[in-house]
């Protein structure tokens, strides 16, 4: 199990060295929030519309889309560089592979779903007067069924003559379960609902990201061998 642990953190570990070194996705992600927090100030009519009332749909939307911009790119390196064959030829587990992907782009992930809520608080004056672990709890379930769903398929993706293009199709269906509970349950806290009215949210998110990330695991090989 160690053996297997560290695997999957050496995948993790290599793909954001690499992102520390290049900033190529955590820009791209980073300049799209900051875009969206800036067209979204200015299209709202605060006088009309509280930014209260609608800013858990504008913060998941952002994360879904600037998630979307950044891991579809998990596995581009490989791809141009001919390293992907050489990693199936490897002798690590297929799973373990997948894992250190999901690992990796979840952190990065989380770096800029804390700059969605700096920049949407900063733009809107958003007040948060709920329970922040469960809030932690909803976003991060959310973003872990988010990452394990689009790491499977962006390597679906890399190796379709579509590429990056064919990501968004295979991934907005499945994602309508996350997008719906997710924006619920942080519209509820946000509000100052308690933490046992969006219970059920968190365990349908639990479950989500339990069956996205299994499921990835044990697909993975077929996807990536095709």
Do not use: C
Request: net charge neutral.
């Amino acid at each position: 199990m160690r053996t297997y642990l560290r695997l999957v953190w050496a995948v993790a570990r290599k793909d954001l060295l690499v992102e520390l070194r290049t900033h190529e996705r955590l820009t791209a992600m980073g300049a799209f929030v900051v875009l969206i927090g800036v067209l979204f100030n200015f299209s709202i009519d605060t006088a009309l519309v509280r930014p209260q009332d609608i800013a858990a749909a504008l913060i998941w939307m952002t994360i879904i889309f600037g998630g979307m911009l950044g891991l579809g790119n998990t596995f581009r390196l490989e791809q141009e560089d001919g390293a992907l064959s050489g990693i199936l030829q490897s002798p690590i587990p297929l799973d373990a592979l997948y894992l250190g992907k999901v690992l990796g782009n979840f952190i990065l992930l989380s770096v800029m779903v804390a700059l969605v809520f700096a920049v949407f608080g900063l733009f809107f004056s958003l007040q948060f007067s709920g329970n922040p672990i469960a809030l932690l709890g909803v976003v991060s379930f959310g973003v872990v069924g988010f990452v394990s769903l689009t790491t499977l398929f962006s390597a679906m993706a890399t190796r379709s003559s579509m590429g990056e293009s064919l990501l968004p199709v295979l991934v907005f269906p499945l994602l309508i379960p996350v997008v719906v509970y997710g924006t619920t349950a942080t519209d509820r806290l946000f509000a100052g609902r308690p933490v046992a009215e969006v219970s059920g949210n968190l365990r349908m998110l639990l479950a989500f990201a339990i069956i996205f990330t299994v499921a990835g695991a044990g697909l993975f090989r077929f996807v990536i061998e095709e």
